[in-house]
């Protein structure tokens, strides 16, 4: 299928959109469709139509979301649920309106209830409410897998959802007021290496963990899903490891050289107390099995930031 079908990808200029095209083009891909915004708005439902049914792709991979750690979330949580919601919304339908054969839906881990157990099993998915900083985000991203098995069902499209867990990588978003917790404390420990600081401050008290896969990973995940996965149930897409932020804080002051010391600090919020998935489904159904150890990646990561940061 990817060799010979018209890909449509949102959010292609992306973080991980960047990965997945590069993955795609590997696989031999040659008519994909890369919108930027200038040229597709996608909150805007006439341009979505009209491009979809001018370009008419084959399939449609949709990265394209509007996202951000904690901080970012408990600022925005009205704009996180419309404008991650109706990106998904008008794209479905357009999708629907020109035949379009097949689109696969990128959603959250975020959308898992609060208290999910672990591993989290993707039957889980509905029974509670979702951690309540990334709620709004969560919940019109898990929105969007209702849509798909609905127009399955009615329309026959072929709608497939992946859950990939946090991904972190070269290329990431280091910007303080948007980043997640690899490239926040990334940032915050390169700065104060070079400054000579006495002590970094680290959100929360670092006893939630979190499980992390490598952008290069889970673009090949989704271009896997895409060749081989047509069914109507969600599919985890991630390491089934985890470790404690207080742990990979301590692993990302190793490898960056910071000799000071990590001031916690509790009256910042955790978050979800614990994240790790059961990756059986995505092993069993198209194959799937991360290759990027944490060690490694966040070499990598911390290697690109230096050689890049202005």
């Not at 200029?13 to 890369?34: I, T």
């Not at 999708?95 to 099993?121: H, S, W």
């Not at 509670?128 to 798909?148: C, D, H, W």
Request: charged residues 25%; hydrophobic residues 40%.
């Amino acid at each position: 299928m990817i060799e010979n079908a018209r890909i449509m990808v949102t959010g292609a200029h992306g973080f991980l959109g960047s990965f997945v095209v590069a993955e795609l083009e590997r696989r031999g891909a040659k008519g994909l469709l890369l919108p930027r915004h200038a040229e597709l708005d996608l909150l805007e439902r006439d341009q979505v139509r009209a491009y979809v049914a001018r370009e008419r792709p084959d399939v449609i991979v949709h990265l394209a979301a509007v996202v951000g750690g904690i901080g970012a979330n408990r600022r925005h949580p009205g704009r996180f649920f419309y404008e991650n919601l109706v990106m998904g919304v008008e794209l479905i339908e357009a999708a629907r309106l020109a035949d379009v054969r097949k689109v696969a839906t990128v959603g959250t881990i975020c959308a898992y209830p609060k208290f999910t157990p672990v591993p989290f099993k993707e039957d889980d998915l509905w029974n509670g409410y979702p951690e309540e900083t990334n709620a709004p985000y969560g919940i019109a991203k898990k929105a969007l897998l209702v849509m798909g098995q609905a127009y399955r069902q009615e329309y026959g499209l072929d709608a497939i959802y992946l859950l990939p867990v946090n991904l972190y990588g070269p290329r990431d978003d280091f910007d303080p007021a948007t980043s997640h917790v690899i490239p926040a404390l990334i940032r915050k420990m390169v700065e104060a290496r070079d400054a000579g600081a006495a002590t970094v401050e680290v959100w929360g008290d670092g006893s939630p963990s979190r499980e992390f896969l490598h952008a290069r990973d889970a673009a090949r995940g989704i271009a896997l899903a895409v060749d081989l996965y047509d069914g109507d149930e969600p599919v985890n897409v991630g390491t089934g490891s985890e470790i404690t932020i207080r742990d990979l804080a301590e692993k990302i002051r190793a490898i960056v050289g910071f000799q000071g010391e990590l001031a916690w600090n509790p009256a910042q919020p955790n978050g979800q107390p614990r994240r790790q998935l059961d990756t059986t489904r995505a092993r069993e159904r198209f194959g799937f099995e991360a290759e990027v150890g944490l060690d490694e990646g966040l070499a990598e990561t911390v290697a690109w930031w230096e050689a890049n940061r202005g």
